[in-house]
């Protein structure tokens, strides 16, 4: 069964920091990975995802995630932290061996990040 | 529409009722999926339309929750003898790509 693991629950980071929210996964095949964030009383927001290719990916809002096969991970990371970029952020694996394209996702249970003045 | 748009964006419900959930995609958008998501957890599958058809409804938890999409746009989630347990953010979303989705802003369902 396809699974991920966000391990922490809260990451604190002070404004102009480097921040990284650890997402790590479980499944068969080739991963389809994603990272969403949620602000309150909205719906997720599509950050960036990772279907093939480098191995580096880059999205909205100057955030960054690294896939790496070898520690089954895709951490996602953002070189300078913003107050606003306070929020809860998901990260998802879609379930290999589909072949129509559509894929169902299987979320990690988020990480909250707090980013202080 | 511009994004996706769920009604009610909350509801309150007695238990025992019956609910019923709408999800408006984005036009175009031929995949539809509903997902749930509880205090404190990421979201969780419930089913996934492709066009008018339900092409995996795996993730519905018991024969109370069924959803429809009946010309391929508009979907809704029906539960019933809804129960306290069932209370949740109900989020729909739509997509053309198969590998991005985008989710509307959710309904919250509280059965008291």
């Known amino acids: 069964a396809q699974s991920v693991a966000q391990p922490e629950d809260q990451v604190n980071v002070a404004e102009g920091n480097p921040l990284t929210v650890k997402c790590t996964y479980s499944v068969s095949g080739n991963p389809y990975l994603f990272w969403y964030v949620q602000y309150p009383n909205r719906g997720l927001q599509f950050l960036l995802k990772?279907?093939?290719?480098?191995?580096l990916v880059k999205g909205s809002y100057g955030f960054e995630a690294e896939f790496n096969k070898s520690q089954t991970s895709f951490h996602l990371k953002k070189p300078s932290a913003l107050v606003s970029d306070s929020a809860l952020y998901f990260c998802a694996v879609s379930p290999t061996g589909m072949n129509t394209g559509f894929q169902k996702l299987v979320f990690g249970t988020g990480t909250r990040l707090l980013v202080s003045p | 529409g511009a994004g996706v748009s769920q009604t009610p964006s909350n509801k309150v419900t007695e238990k025992g009722k019956y609910v019923e959930l709408r999800c408006d995609p984005i036009s175009g958008h031929t995949a539809l999926y509903w997902y749930r998501q509880s205090l404190g957890q990421g979201p969780e599958f419930l089913i996934y339309f492709q066009g008018t058809g339900a092409a995996d409804d795996s993730g519905l938890p018991n024969d109370r929750f069924f959803a429809v999409r009946p010309e391929g746009s508009v979907s809704t989630l029906k539960i019933q003898r809804t129960e306290r347990g069932d209370s949740a953010v109900y989020l729909c979303a739509s997509s053309s790509s198969g590998y991005g989705y985008t989710f509307g802003s959710g309904t919250r369902l509280t059965v008291v």
């Open positions: 990772y279907i093939t290719g480098d191995n």
